[in-house]
């Protein structure tokens, strides 16, 4: 099991999920967070414009088996692109189990 956390733009948040749904991802998490990075945010407020110092992205979790992690990070790679700084991340890390809290199923028959 692999769990595949993605931190992108939140304009590009609409276009990953559909296209996840159309691989066959069935459930994923997602939260509002904000970042700092080599992308800077500025706000201009009375004719002054501040670096706000932090930016607003979308955060993804989203547990797959490992035989689908890859095809789950190359359809967020090719939806959440735009090729500018600040594009966001992925981290994949292994997951020891995975437990389905209604029925006590555990593994890869928890997550479908």
Not at 90 to 99: G, P, R
Request: hydrophobic share 35%; net charge negative; charged share 30%.
């Amino acid at each position: 099991m692999k769990k595949v956390e993605a931190i992108i733009r939140t304009s590009k948040f609409e276009q990953v999920v559909e296209a996840l749904a159309d691989v066959g991802v069935t459930f994923l998490s997602f939260y509002d967070v904000k970042g700092h990075g080599l992308e800077k945010e500025y706000r201009t407020y009375r004719g002054t414009t501040y670096d706000v110092g932090y930016i607003p992205r979308t955060k993804l979790e989203i547990i797959v088996s490992e035989e689908f992690a890859q095809k789950t990070i190359d359809t967020i790679l090719e939806n959440a692109k735009t090729d500018k700084v600040g594009d966001g991340k992925i981290f994949v890390t292994n997951l020891e189990e995975v437990y389905r809290i209604r029925t006590g199923e555990k593994g890869h028959d928890a997550i479908n």
